[in-house]
């Protein structure tokens, strides 16, 4: 009878520290996914939820994450303004859910969507914009021009259709000074 006692206890024992090995492989595990997950997979798996995003040089921007970019965040503003984040100048995210969007999510297309594209397409659009730059300067005007690294804003007043004779100065941004760009004045 005590042998039996002492097999159970043996067995109890093992069993307790398979269970341990395989917790300490499981969070192992997670930690070495967790590494892997970018900033960007992370807005993904919240893309059309509510988030409060901090930007270097403009401060809080809060809205519906509709889109996000391979260098961008795009949220509708709670006013209805559109507003195109730089990805190096975001400073923090609230709101993001539990999931994520699994590393090398979106293909080829998702990693062309870098900034100059979604510039390019406000670009087209001809409608007046705010720049925010990253030393919390303006620039209010109409996107004229995106280079590899570069826009180019044709400034005049908020509100104003870009005009040659209310072109006050045409400033040119390089992707590493930016912010966001919001639609409207």
Not at 37 to 63: E, I, K, M, P, T
Not at 65 to 90: S, T
């Amino acid at each position: 009878m005590r042998w039996e006692g002492l097999f159970r206890d043996l067995e109890a024992q093992l069993e307790a520290a398979e269970g341990a090995a395989l917790d300490a492989e499981v969070a192992d595990r997670t930690r070495r996914e967790s590494a892997s997950v970018s900033l960007v997979h992370r807005a993904l798996g919240a893309a059309g939820g509510r988030v409060s995003v901090r930007v270097l040089g403009a401060g809080a921007v809060d809205g519906v994450l509709r889109e996000v970019g391979a260098q961008w965040l795009w949220l509708q503003e709670d006013g209805g303004r559109d507003a195109l984040l730089a990805l190096p100048a975001v400073l923090s995210l609230t709101g993001l859910t539990a999931w994520s969007a699994a590393p090398g999510a979106g293909g080829r297309v998702f990693a062309r969507l870098g900034l100059g594209p979604a510039l390019r397409g406000i670009a087209r659009d001809r409608a007046p914009v705010s720049v925010w730059l990253l030393d919390g300067s303006v620039v209010t005007g109409t996107v004229d021009r995106v280079g590899a690294d570069f826009l180019e804003v044709s400034a005049h007043g908020p509100g104003e259709p870009r005009r040659r004779s209310e072109v006050s100065a045409v400033r040119t941004v390089a992707f590493s000074g930016l912010a966001l760009v919001r639609s409207g004045p």
